[in-house]
């Protein structure tokens, strides 16, 4: 079993930054897929970006790419999502998902953290 602790999450103004932490525990985690997802008031939950443990390949939605940035700290267990110019469209609860595997999918995640709520203030 892998569970996820999610931090970081907080108010800024638009244009701000925010870094996001998600520390995993449980499991070979270097054989899992983390990813970042966020969910805004009366919407679904939708992937935003992707990094495999192993080599630290990553994933991004179009929406994203250029701002938001997914790391990997292995001797940590902790995966980052570092947000820059963040507008309020970006305001939602964000999640941290594990999944067992390779691939860097949208879909599939067998395990969730807490959800850490960003808002962004226009």
């Known amino acids: 079993q892998v569970q996820l602790v999610e931090s970081g999450g907080g108010l800024v103004q638009t244009g701000g930054s925010l870094r996001l932490s998600c520390a995993a525990s449980?499991?070979?985690?270097?054989?899992?897929?983390m990813g970042w997802f966020r969910q805004a008031p009366g919407k679904e939950r939708d992937f935003v970006a992707a990094?495999?443990?192993?080599?630290?390949?990553?994933y991004n939605v179009d929406s994203v790419k250029g701002r938001f940035t997914i790391s990997r700290d292995n001797a940590k267990n902790t995966v980052y999502l570092q947000m820059n110019s963040l507008k309020p469209e970006d305001t939602a609860v964000y999640y941290c998902?594990?999944?067992?595997?390779?691939?860097?999918?949208?879909?599939?995640?067998?395990?969730w953290g807490q959800g850490t709520q960003v808002t962004v203030s226009s």
């Open positions: 998902g594990a999944r067992m595997g390779v691939l860097l999918t949208r879909t599939a995640y067998d395990y």
């Open positions: 990094i495999r443990w192993s080599g630290g390949s990553t």
């Open positions: 449980g499991g070979n985690i270097s054989r899992y897929v």
